[in-house]
């Protein structure tokens, strides 16, 4: 097939996504449309659906490798339509550019991975091992019925991924420069202290819990958790918010109530973070209470088979270099699937306007972005050619 014929048929399916306003977690037929495709091409479609979010696992073959693409269908909001140069739910072609809620993030990925997957399984229909889509609508939001809810399914069910390509946009200034390859994990905490209130006026009969945090406050601040490794750099502690008082200038609150968050690396674990927390708070005397969660744990695919492959890829489609290793942004659906995977990496287009007004994807990137999907697969399953065939 030309690189005109891929162009085409990828930007179509990208503008048949795009057209409909998926936004999290309703998929707005996203799924119905991409299940359609695949199941006559030999593709077994399950739908796993939990929390009233539906997820589709299509799964062609069942003989290992299993290499699975995943990626999602919902979108954040759109915001206030009038900043928009065109409607966010009309795709629309200017200036080398798709436009369109989702283009980015990741609605035109999901399409270039799609038709390589058509092309590759039409090709080479006895190729060895299966070939897995997993499409979800609930990334965007609350992110605990989608990918997740899939990933537990698949443990029940025994089975497991041996490379997953996630198509998250990774590129950062041109296709193909960044491809990620781990991701930060993410610790919550609601500190709560918990002083006497009193009139401002008589300190001595209450207790100031702003004054009481302050110290061990610094101490969290200035911590070092740990040094990072290789692939991550050292673990981070901020405070996103705190609040304490009634709003009134004449008394002492009695209680005060902190949000902070870590970004941690593989080098610490969430006991560890959690156990040292508890050690500083405790060394302050506070009388404290601490409501945990976590946003995910961190992830990540060293250097290997999968890197490998993709990285000579990337740079035999682009001609470009090949691209960096790199662990930086928030969490993605990879943390889930590390759990059931061997290998995962994120590989997609140019993020620069995901999330925001005007929302778009290169035209000219689909074709060459659809060829690295489809040459990753087909040399993962041993039928592939030349990296920029």
């Given at each position: 097939m030309t ?13 048949d ?10 998929d ?7 299940a ?7 593709f077994?479609?399950?739908?796993v659906?939990?929390g ?17 693409v995943?990626?999602?269908v919902?979108?954040?909001p ?5 900043e ?16 369109a ?7 035109g ?11 590759v399984?039409?090709?080479?229909p ?7 889509v997993?499409a979800?609508?609930?990334e ?13 399914w ?10 997953c390509?996630v198509v998250?946009p ?12 781990g991701?930060?994990g ?12 009193c ?6 009969l ?17 911590a070092?958790?740990?040094d990072?490794?290789?692939y ?10 705190i ?9 002492v609150?009695g ?11 593989t ?10 927390v508890?050690?500083?708070l ?10 945990w969660?976590?946003?995910g744990?961190?992830?990540l ?31 993605s ?7 059931v995977?061997e290998?995962?990496?994120e590989?997609?287009?140019v ?5 925001k007004?005007d929302?778009?994807?290169r035209l000219?990137?689909m ?14 399953l041993?039928?592939?050619?030349p990296?920029g065939a």
């Open positions: 690189d005109h014929d891929i162009h085409a048929a990828t930007v179509a399916l990208a503008s996504l795009l057209a409909r306003p998926s936004l999290t977690p309703d707005a037929g996203c799924l119905d449309l991409i359609a495709r695949l199941a006559p091409l030999g077994a479609c399950d739908w659906t939990r009233g979010v539906r997820n589709l696992w299509a799964r062609r073959g069942t003989a290992r490798p299993l290499v699975c995943a990626g999602h919902d979108v954040v759109p915001g206030p339509l009038g928009w140069t065109s409607d966010p739910f009309t795709p629309t072609e200017r200036d080398g550019y798709l436009y809620r989702g283009a980015a993030d990741m609605k990925a999901l399409a270039a991975a799609i038709t390589a997957v058509e092309r399984v039409t090709a080479h006895d190729a060895a091992g299966s070939v897995a997993l979800t609508a609930d965007e939001g609350a992110g605990v019925d989608g990918t997740a809810a899939v990933v537990d698949l443990v029940a069910r025994g089975e497991r991924i041996d490379q390509i998250e990774t590129s950062s200034s041109r296709l193909g420069d960044v491809v990620k390859n991701r930060r993410s610790l919550n905490g609601t500190l709560t202290v918990r002083g006497v209130q009139h401002i006026a008589y300190p001595q209450g207790r100031n819990p702003i004054h009481e945090v302050a110290p061990a406050l610094a101490a969290l601040a200035t070092t958790w740990d990072g490794n290789e991550f750099p050292p673990t981070t502690f901020q405070v996103s918010n609040h304490a008082g009634t709003g009134a200038n004449n008394v609150p209680s005060l109530t902190l949000l902070f968050n870590f970004r941690f690396s080098a610490s674990t969430v006991e560890g973070l959690q156990a040292r508890h050690e500083i405790d060394r302050y005397g506070l009388d404290y209470a601490i409501d969660s976590v946003s744990r961190p992830f695919t060293p250097r290997g088979p999968l890197t490998e492959a993709l990285a000579d890829v990337v740079a035999g489609v682009t001609g470009g270099a090949p691209p960096a290793l790199s662990t930086t942004g928030g969490t659906d990879a943390r889930f699937l590390a759990a995977a290998e995962v990496v590989f997609g287009p993020n620069e306007s995901m999330h007004v929302e778009r994807v000219a990137d074709a060459p972005l659809s060829r690295i999907y489809e040459t990753l697969l087909g040399r993962l041993g039928v592939g050619g990296a």
